[in-house]
């Protein structure tokens, strides 16, 4: 049974509350299940649900983060490969075309979308 505490309520009367819970419990219960004894145990939510996996999270944060980093290196490399490759093209445009390379800039940015037409 999961609960919460009342406002004004400590656990020290909780744990006396269910106790009694369980005794009329165990007092109305079949013969069958005179065996049985039902205890009243709190401990707080956390405890019962978190506690177990959060060394397994523990252990998980840091692989994640460095697979995040490989995956952060591995973007900027490719990202500065295609820059290098885009300054040799760059540069031919420049000199081949005497100067025009802010109309041809201009043109692939609307022709990728990047700009949108007035």
Not at 83 to 104: H, K, P, Q, W, Y
Request: charge should be positive.
């Amino acid at each position: 049974m999961a609960g919460r505490l009342k406002p004004g309520i400590s656990p020290r009367q909780a744990r006396i509350g269910a106790g009694r819970v369980g005794r009329n419990v165990m007092r109305t219960s079949p013969a069958m299940m005179a065996g049985l004894h039902i205890s009243a145990v709190l401990c707080p939510l956390e405890e019962g649900t978190v506690a177990e996996t959060r060394p397994l999270v523990r252990a998980l944060l840091p692989a994640v983060a460095v697979v995040l980093v490989i995956a952060c290196v591995h973007l900027a490399g490719l990202t500065l490969v295609r820059a290098i490759r885009r300054l040799r093209e760059v540069a031919v445009r420049l000199f081949g075309n005497g100067g025009s390379i802010v109309l041809e800039v201009g043109i692939a940015a609307r022709a990728d979308g990047i700009c949108p037409a007035r």
